[in-house]
């Protein structure tokens, strides 16, 4: 069965340094989103891409953060210069022909030291 | 922003025995979806609803869109060790693209053998 797939499953950074979340999302879908979890608490939305373009973006998602489709399979989540608060899972979803159902890869694990 | 409140915010069952989760919102959503994450992964889709009143099953797994459109709950029969984990609710507002899904605060489950 087609799945989203992330790398790295975790990520080390230094406050301040840059890092790129990679993610390929389920071949044939059209919707791609990222989500963030802190520990222990609800899974929140960051931000959707569709056609090549960002269609809608949390308040979380200010100008630290971008996100692009490269090629045809990956979909990365940069985050400029990282603070301690960024420190979350990140997960990457994808959908299908409306968008609706979005089916959620495993995580990354982001810690900022 | 808009808010699912979920509940319980735990459970702590007998195996084989039923149990019956839902959510609740102020506001009128078009799809619910009902997710299971189990530690450090991501969340799995279950179950997806998207007309009000509408009643699906998959396997043990039964849940419901609120005709109201305002709420829905999940019950799971004869629970057993696996079903171990924190469901989520998660909702739509409408579906067009590129729509962010409010994720309810998660059941935790607990099953004792």
């Known amino acids: 069965e087609p799945e989203v797939t992330q790398t790295p499953s975790h990520q080390v950074t230094q406050m301040g340094q840059e890092v790129i979340l990679r993610c390929v999302p389920i071949?044939?879908?059209?919707?791609f989103y990222w989500y963030r979890q802190i520990l222990g608490q609800k899974v929140e939305f960051l931000v959707s891409?569709?056609?090549?373009?960002?269609?809608?973006k949390s308040e979380i998602f200010d100008d630290q953060f971008s996100v692009e489709r490269p090629d045809g399979s990956n979909f990365t989540l940069k985050i400029r210069s990282t603070k301690l608060e960024d420190s979350a899972m990140y997960f990457c979803?994808?959908?299908?022909?409306?968008?609706?159902?979005?089916?959620f890869g495993p995580g990354t694990r982001l810690t900022v030291l | 922003g808009q808010q699912l409140n979920q509940s319980p915010q735990s459970m702590f069952i007998q195996e084989g025995e039923d149990v019956s989760m839902n959510c609740t919102s102020s506001?009128?959503?078009?799809?619910w979806l009902w997710y299971k994450q189990d530690p450090g992964e991501g969340p799995v889709l279950l179950i997806a609803?998207?007309?009000?009143?509408e009643l699906t099953s998959n396997g043990r797994l039964t849940a419901q869109f609120g005709i109201t459109r305002k709420d829905s709950f999940l019950n799971i029969s004869a629970s057993i060790p696996s079903d171990v984990g924190i469901y989520f609710c998660a909702g739509l507002m409408n579906n067009n693209a590129g729509n962010m899904l409010t994720f309810g605060g998660g059941t935790r489950l607990m099953v004792k053998p």
């Open positions: 506001s009128i959503f078009n799809t």
């Open positions: 979803a994808s959908g299908g022909e409306t968008g609706d159902t979005q089916y």
């Open positions: 609803l998207y007309k009000a009143g």
């Open positions: 891409f569709y056609n090549n373009e960002i269609s809608e």
């Open positions: 071949s044939n879908h059209l919707y």
